[in-house]
């Protein structure tokens, strides 16, 4: 394994030149793309002198001329490889033409300029803009971009790039071309361009200031019929980042182009938004409610990018959390407004706990602002997104919603058209507020997850209530001792009849002990802390589980009503496992049967949150709350939680399901949502019980089902029943779903988690689909990833065979994608933690990888940090 140098934090330098204008010209042939780059240059007295050299980051491609002022250079005279190009010297104020050829169609890892289907676009974030032409990649050169496209004009007649179109027409030989010129400066990895023949959804939009903004949505013909809630969307966004944020749309045309072939899910190009497919297209006949969340959500995210990471955006790519962090908190803002906002926290922290907690204790663990990257695209993190925007949520808890969006709008006015540092964004929050925030910056700079412990102590005499909390975070790779972080904390205290007898406040750690006193308060109060999650922490307590399900029952944060009803169900699967190695017969206590049974009889609950609040932990969720992970044994615990629970409540269970059975099936309005979800969560708990009678109700939901939501929970429930049900259900469905392509990529995903004992087989067999193709990143993750990450039962067969069957497929994948390699990769990262056969098994595939001499950095990177 070829070792490779990383990228320092604390070596940063800006570059030694300034980039006044960039001109690109795209010339689009039948196999090739000619690119010519001309760049108007000088030096920045600065950083560069007389010796200063021109050192440009290049890909893989032929330079073919180079034009400095007017001296057309020899190859001599100029140095290329496949990383640089570089020119020993040059005058203090220059212009550069470089041209050079690209091969779009051989261009798998879809960085730089690529074909999707019969689409060329491109996708530069973070250093694809290398491979397309010579440039100083770096998110801190921003300069004004035109660009002129030429090509085919049957083949290509739409043409598209950043900013305003200001020319077009037709050439000789059928060809014709396109100019489009960016009044903004932007660094290189904003630029993009699109060529294909496509249809449009047009649509208009009236700022607050009075100004008219065209919206136009591209995708290939026959499914422009499906983009219509993603205008809805994107229309919603910009009204609400009006109102929320004071951010109005600059340019008076606002572009989303849909792609099946993507590494992502979409790219924030100014004003030219690149999307997946799978984050455009949807209708209630071929799309599920969560995915039409899922678009709501994606297209505010980038569209809430033109100032939260397009206006102002980075001085280097560790700052990477400034523009992520900041605008995922602005998009679950959005969708908590949109939506309920109870339920969307729920889904954020339960993410966050299931993914980015483990990452915090893995080989790949990393503060908010990393010190270090080989290959920046493996940092791309839930902990730089996710738990980015629990910080900004912190900041915003402490400072309260006005000196908030105080702090936002002087970030705005002091920054717009800079580069800019986290340092920069947290010193505008303390000129506004007047706090010291230097122990929070911790935050970004401390890797780990502080593990928060709070304990309760009465005082009969004083009728005082003591709450302590201690905050511990382990050492890891990053920092062998922790500091104590600064941790907001709300508190409320309740009544045993569901009052709140102390209005929530915000309290605020920042030692490793600290007890907050509540004077005459009576002996039965309970504390609901951390409400709303205010801070990215894992929280014990010395609540038992009579407490659990009085909080889960009657606290007044629905938020922390889930975490309680989540840490029975915890509390109920270790009792089991410890039962099943012990050799013990499993039961359930039946106080956590009755819980269950009140809180779905209760009629005035809403629905949304109660098919959170009553779901099972995933056993990909349930693992992390062991040391040593016991995979059978949860699996075994798990299973028989959820057959006891609809064994003892299958009437209950049944007469939910039938009162939110009416839902229209069209109607994507909150409210049917929820009674769908919750729908759906009882059939999937009389489905998981070998019932002729709850088998035939699934499949009658599955045959009859009138949307996407319904029919794909039914025939998620079947691929777990028997082979016989599972290949009679795939096989009707993938002839209801063969032409389209994302509704396949949930057919393959289905099967991948079956929990069938043929399942590894069946998923071999799928790879040689021919729907199949290693080449479209969202055909792996439907397979490989969903196998990987999702069905620990199968992926960590006792034998090693998954093991072994998803490093083949990593290693396959490594030469033709590099990027979404090295994702999969992460499904080997938690090995240490695993029993010591699956440990040997484990290390062993990681090992084989290791030994392969051409690996890419990205997996470098992941496989050499899993085995430190």
């Known amino acids: 394994m070829n070792e490779h140098k990383k990228i320092q934090l604390k070596d940063y330098r800006p570059f030694a030149f300034i980039v006044d204008h960039v001109d690109l010209i795209f010339d689009i042939r039948e196999d090739h793309t000619r690119v010519t780059s001309k760049l108007k240059m000088r030096k920045d007295p600065a950083w560069a002198d007389e010796t200063t050299p021109l050192v440009l980051n290049k890909g893989k491609f032929d330079i073919i001329s180079v034009v400095a002022g007017d001296m057309v250079l020899l190859p001599g005279e100029y140095k290329s490889d496949d990383e640089t190009f570089t020119l020993a010297a040059t005058p203090d104020v220059f212009e550069l033409e470089i041209a050079n050829i690209l091969k779009p169609d051989e261009n798998t890892a879809l960085e730089g300029l690529y074909r999707s289907g019969s689409i060329l676009c491109t996708q530069c974030e973070a250093q694809g803009f290398r491979n397309i032409t010579p440039y100083s990649d770096r998110p801190d050169v921003m300069a004004p971009f035109s660009c002129t496209i030429v090509a085919d004009k049957t083949r290509y007649p739409i043409l598209l790039s950043n900013g305003n179109p200001v020319k077009s027409g037709d050439l000789d030989d059928n060809r014709h071309f396109a100019v489009w010129e960016d009044p903004f400066k932007k660094p290189c990895y904003l630029f993009a361009l699109v060529a294909g023949d496509l249809a449009v959804l047009e649509d208009r939009f009236t700022t607050s200031s009075g100004r008219d903004v065209a919206l136009k949505i591209y995708s290939e013909k026959e499914n422009i019929a499906l983009c219509s809630h993603a205008m809805t969307s994107l229309k919603q966004a910009m009204a609400w980042d009006e109102k929320r944020f004071g951010r109005e749309y600059d340019l008076d045309l606002y572009q989303i182009v849909a792609i099946n072939d993507f590494n992502a899910g979409a790219m924030e190009n100014k004003g030219l938004n690149i999307f997946n497919a799978k984050y455009v297209l949807a209708d209630p006949q071929t799309a599920t409610d969560d995915d039409f969340m899922g678009i709501q959500g994606v297209i505010a995210h980038e569209y809430f990018h033109n100032w939260t990471g397009n206006r102002i955006t980075l001085k280097n790519w560790f700052q990477l959390s400034l523009k992520e962090g900041l605008t995922v908190f602005r998009d679950q803002e959005f969708s908590s407004d949109m939506n309920s906002r109870p339920v969307k926290r729920i889904i954020d922290v339960k993410n966050l706990m299931a993914a980015q907690f483990p990452e915090d204790s893995g080989p790949m663990t990393h503060p908010v602002r990393p010190d270090s990257y080989i290959k920046m695209d493996n940092f791309y993190t839930m902990t730089v997104y996710e738990k980015g925007a629990e910080v900004i949520r912190m900041i915003y808890q402490l400072l309260g919603q006005d000196l908030f969006r105080q702090g936002m709008d002087l970030y705005f006015e002091k920054f717009d058209g800079m580069a800019v540092t986290l340092e920069d964004f947290v010193g505008v929050m303390e000129t506004v507020s007047g706090r010291n925030l230097d122990q929070f910056f911790l935050w970004y700079t401390q890797s780990g997850t502080p593990d928060i412990s709070m304990t309760r102590q009465y005082n009969d005499n004083t009728g005082s209530l003591s709450l302590t909390f201690t905050q511990s975070t382990s050492p890891d790779r990053n920092q062998s001792e922790k500091k104590p972080f600064h941790i907001p904390v709300r508190i409320s205290l309740i009544n045993r009849a569901g009052e709140t007898v102390k209005q929530e406040a915000l309290y605020e750690l920042t030692q490793e002990t600290h007890t907050f006193k509540f004077e005459n308060v009576s002996a039965d109060i309970y504390p609901s802390v951390f409400?709303?999650?205010?801070?990215?922490?894992?929280?014990?307590?010395?609540?038992?589980?009579?407490?659990?399900?009085?909080?889960?029952?009657?606290?007044?944060?629905?938020?922390?009503?889930?975490?309680?009803?989540?840490?029975?169900?915890?509390?109920?699967?270790?009792?089991?496992?410890?039962?099943?190695?012990?050799?013990?017969?499993?039961?359930?206590?039946?106080?956590?049967?009755?819980?269950?049974?009140?809180?779905?009889?209760?009629?005035?609950?809403?629905?949304?949150f109660l098919s959170k609040a009553l779901a099972l932990p995933l056993e990909t969720e349930i693992k992390d709350h062991f040391e040593i992970i016991d995979v059978e044994a949860i699996h075994q615990a798990r299973t028989f939680l959820k057959q006891t629970l609809a064994k003892n409540l299958e009437s209950e269970l049944k007469t939910v399901y039938e009162i939110c059975r009416p839902a229209p099936p069209d109607d994507i309005s909150g409210a049917a949502m929820a009674d769908r979800s919750l729908k759906n969560l009882c059939l999937a708990y009389l489905g998981c019980v070998p019932d002729k009678g709850n088998q035939a109700l699934v499949l009658k939901q599955f045959e009859n089902a009138g949307n996407m939501t319904d029919e794909f929970a039914a025939f998620k429930i079947l691929s777990h029943m028997t082979p016989e049900m599972r290949d009679s259900a795939c096989q009707a469905f993938y002839n209801k779903w063969q032409a389209r392509t994302l509704v396949i990529d949930k057919w393959f995903s289905v099967q991948a988690q079956s929990r069938l004992k043929d399942t590894l087989d069946q998923v071999k067999q799928l790879t040689t689909h021919k729907n199949f193709t290693m080449a479209n990143p969202n055909k792996v993750r439907a397979l490989i990833f969903a196998f990987a990450m999702n069905n620990p039962i199968h992926f960590h067969r006792a034998d090693g065979q998954g093991y072994e069957f998803v490093a083949e497929r990593i290693l396959a994948l490594d030469k033709i994608n590099h990027q979404t390699a090295a994702r999969l990769c992460a499904c080997f990262n938690l090995w240490k933690r695993y029993d010591e056969n699956r440990r040997i098994l484990m290390k062993r595939q990681l090992e084989t990888m290791a030994g392969q001499k051409t690996l890419s950095k990205n997996l470098y990177e992941i496989v050499s940090r899993a085995l430190e």
Request: hydrophobic share 45%; charged share 25%.
């Open 531 to 608: 409400r709303e999650f205010t801070a990215p922490v894992r929280l014990s307590t010395d609540f038992s589980d009579q407490d659990l399900a009085f909080l889960m029952a009657r606290d007044t944060d629905p938020f922390n009503q889930w975490r309680a009803a989540q840490t029975l169900f915890i509390n109920e699967i270790k009792n089991l496992v410890t039962a099943i190695r012990t050799g013990r017969a499993m039961t359930v206590s039946s106080g956590l049967i009755q819980a269950f049974s009140l809180a779905l009889e209760d009629r005035k609950k809403d629905r949304a």
